[in-house]
C-alpha cells in the first residue's frame, strides 16, 4: 500500500510531482485520506499488506496526531499480519528526535530521507530547506530514533555540481551507518524552475558522460563501502532492500491512496486525479486503464531488468506462448541482440540481465518494450 501527502514547506525547484505549500487543505486531505483508507479495507474485506510506504511530498509535515490517525486506520482497516516493512519519507530540514522517536513507537520501521547534496549552495539551487549538516544529523537523529533501516537519496546531475564531490557525499552517508542508498539522476524533462533556466541558458548541466563515468564510479565505490546494488538506481546492504519499491519492479498487486496515487490489480491500472483540494472534498475522478495481454507480458521485461537479478526469459517465453504472444517475443529477442553483443546484456542460463555497463544506458535498451 501507498499512501500520498502532498504538502510540502517549499517547493524544490526541480519538482514535478503533485504537492502543494497551502498549509490550510491538509487537515481536510488528512481526513480524507484517514476515509479512504477504512473504505477500502472495508470494500477489500479487510486484506492482508506486506509493505507499507507513506510518500509525498513532505510527510514528516505532519504532526504526531495526524500521523497516529492514519497508522490506526491502516491497523483498523487492513491485515497486516504479514507486514514487513512500513517506510515513511521525511525531509531532513522537517525532523527532530521527538517526531522521529515518536513515528518509529507507531511502528513505522524504515525511513527515505531526501538529501539531494551535501553541498549547501547546490542544495538552495535545487530549493531544499535543509543545509548538508542538518542532513547528516538527521541522519544520525533516524537511528537514535531506532531506525535500523534507513535510505537517503542522492542526486548526480545537479547544475554547478563538481561530479567528484558526489563519491565524497556518498562516503560521508554511509559513514553515518547508512544502510540503503538511491542515486537519481536530475530529471528535467517536466516543467519546473530549474527546467526555464537550464531552458534560458542561465544555467547549464554536466554532460551525459561526465554524468556517466560518476555513476561507473559508484557501481565501484559504494559496493566497496558495503552497499552493493540490486536495482539500476538502488543499493543496499544485504537484507536491506526496499522490499516495498521491489514489489512495483515484481508486478505485485498494490494499492494506492491520496491524490495523483496509482493503484494495480491483475491488468487494471487506475490513477486518481492530482487536483489535491478537488481530492480533499472528494469530487475527483480515476482514469482507470486495462492492460491488454501485450501490454502486460511487456511489463514483465520492462520492470524486471532494473533488478540485478534479472529475468527469467524461459519463464517469458512460456508465458508468450500461452498468450499465442511468441512472435513478440521474438521480435524482442531481434532487438536485443545488438545490446547483447555489445555486452549490455547477459545471458546465464534462462536469465536475462543488465551489465553494469547496461545499467547506465537502461533507458535505450528497455525502451524495447515500451
Known amino acids: ?170 562516503r560521508r552517508m554511509v559513514a553515518t551507518g547508512l544502510e540503503h542508498m538511491s542515486i537519481y539522476l536530475l530529471d528535467l524533462d517536466k516543467n519546473c524552475p530549474l527546467k526555464a533556466d537550464v531552458d534560458a541558458g542561465r544555467l547549464s548541466l554536466p554532460s551525459e558522460d561526465e554524468v556517466a563515468t560518476v555513476f561507473e564510479a559508484l557501481q565501484i565505490e559504494l559496493p566497496r563501502l558495503g552497499l552493493p546494488p540490486y536495482e539500476i538506481s538502488n543499493y543496499a546492504k544485504p537484507g536491506a532492500e526496499s522490499r516495498h519499491n521491489s514489489r512495483y519492479w515484481e508486478r505485485r498487486p498494490y494499492l494506492g491512496i491520496g491524490p495523483s496515487a496509482a493503484s494495480q490489480l491483475g491488468d487494471l491500472r487506475w490513477t486518481e486525479a492530482g487536483n489535491i483540494p478537488a481530492w480533499a472534498e472528494g469530487r475527483a475522478g480515476v482514469e482507470i486503464v486495462e492492460l491488454d495481454a501485450a501490454e502486460a507480458l511487456s511489463e514483465i521485461p520492462l520492470l524486471g531488468l532494473r533488478m540485478h537479478r534479472g529475468v527469467d526469459w524461459r519463464a517469458l517465453r512460456a508465458a508468450a506462448e500461452s498468450s499465442h504472444l511468441l512472435p513478440l517475443v521474438d521480435a524482442w529477442e531481434a532487438q536485443l541482440a545488438p545490446f547483447e553483443r555489445g555486452g549490455l546484456i547477459l545471458r546465464d542460463g534462462p536469465i536475462m540481465s543488465l551489465s553494469e555497463r547496461g545499467m547506465l544506458l537502461s533507458n535505450g535498451i528497455l525502451s524495447t518494450f515500451v
Request: proline share 5%.
Open 1 to 170: 500500500m501507498y499512501l500520498h501527502l502532498p504538502f510540502c514547506r517549499d517547493r524544490c525547484t526541480y519538482c514535478s510531482f503533485v504537492t502543494t505549500r497551502d498549509e490550510s487543505l491538509q487537515p481536510a486531505t488528512v481526513a480524507r485520506l484517514v476515509a479512504q483508507v477504512r473504505s477500502w479495507g472495508h470494500s477489500l474485506e479487510h486484506p492482508k499488506v506486506d509493505t507499507l510506504y507513506l510518500g509525498g511530498g513532505t510527510p514528516s509535515l505532519l504532526n504526531l496526531d495526524e500521523l497516529a490517525a492514519l497508522t490506526e486506520a491502516v491497523r483498523e482497516a487492513f491485515d497486516l499480519s504479514p507486514l514487513a516493512e512500513a517506510t515513511l519519507e521525511a525531509n531532513p530540514g522537517t525532523v527532530d528526535l521527538p517526531w522521529l522517536s515518536g513515528a518509529r513507537a507507531l511502528g513505522w520501521d524504515r525511513i527515505s530521507l531526501g538529501v539531494q547534496t551535501l553541498e549547501d549552495e547546490l542544495l538552495k539551487r535545487l530549493g531544499r530547506i535543509h543545509d548538508g549538516r542538518v542532513a547528516l544529523e538527521a541522519l544520525e537523529l533516524a537511528r537514535r530514533a531506532g531506525f535500523e533501516r534507513r535510505s537517503g537519496d542522492l542526486m548526480v546531475g545537479i547544475p554547478g555540481q563538481d561530479l567528484s564531490r558526489v563519491l565524497e557525499d556518498t
